[in-house]
């Protein structure tokens, strides 16, 4: 079965500029989960979403914001753009009752 | 308060070798999972082994054990016999309970030599 798939794989991006990365996940998981990698921060937490609702929101500012559709296809967008924002941001997907996740290729952003 | 720990930034192995990655973890949740994740320079994170903390016996998945000692609140990862293509870096982490996050490591990075 086809896995996570995330969109675009790269983005550059000015300071100031909003940003919206998607991400479809595996067919059948309901549950979708975002994560920001950098280098000095490692991975964290951005939010969850199961059935359309946010479940978890991890410790990040407001213009951190997702939403989840019907067809369980996340998107996230990041408003205002700063060069710390620059990252690689990491979807997953999960089943009910499963304790796996699996993760997309991720997309790679860059601010200037 | 870290939850996961990895004390390891790098490991260089020869190939052919075992080499052991470690990682401790922190919680007083009694009910919590243990994964350990591959991440190829390509970025995705690749599932490796899962450990659940009620789990009696320690997690296999082909050349991936996992060495689980609860009372340490260690769980650290195996690979035997290395291959030049396990270079890459390694997750550790942990889902605590019902949450629906997973708080991850630093990482070790893992470099094997031909």
Redesign the interface.
């Known amino acids: 079965k086809a896995g996570v798939t995330q969109t675009p794989r790269y983005l550059i991006k000015t300071r100031g500029q909003q940003v919206t990365l998607s991400c479809s996940p595996i067919s059948g998981h309901r ?1 979708v ?1 975002w ?1 920001q990698q950098t280098p000095g921060q ?2 964290q ?1 951005l939010f ?1 979403y ?1 059935s359309e609702t946010q ?2 929101k ?1 410790n990040f500012p407001g213009r951190f914001s997702g939403r989840q559709f019907s067809n369980s296809r996340s998107e996230m967008n990041v408003s205002t753009l700063e060069l710390g924002d620059s990252a ?1 941001y ?1 979807c ?1 997907s999960s089943s009910w009752g499963d ?8 997309t ?1 952003l860059t601010v200037v | 308060a870290q939850k996961i720990t990895q004390t390891q930034p790098g490991m260089f192995v020869q190939e052919k070798e075992a080499v052991t990655l470690d990682c401790t973890y922190d919680t007083s949740d009694p009910s919590y ?1 243990l ?1 350990w ?1 591959k991440q190829p320079s ?6 490796l082994i ?1 450990q ?1 903390s009620y789990d009696q016996q320690n997690a296999t998945e082909g050349r991936y054990s996992l060495n689980f000692q609860k009372a340490r609140k260690s769980a650290n990862l195996v690979i035997s016999a290395s291959q030049l293509g396990d270079s890459a870096m390694y ?1 550790c ?1 942990m ?1 605590e309970g019902g ?9 070790t990075r893992l470099t094997i030599n031909p």
């Open positions: 549950s989960s994560y490692g991975l937490f969850e199961f479940r978890n991890g690689l990491l997953a304790y796996g996740y699996t993760f997309g290729s991720g790679r | 999972g994964f994740y390509s970025g995705e994170m690749i599932f899962y659940g997750f982490a889902r949450a629906q996050k997973l708080v991850f490591g630093q990482g």
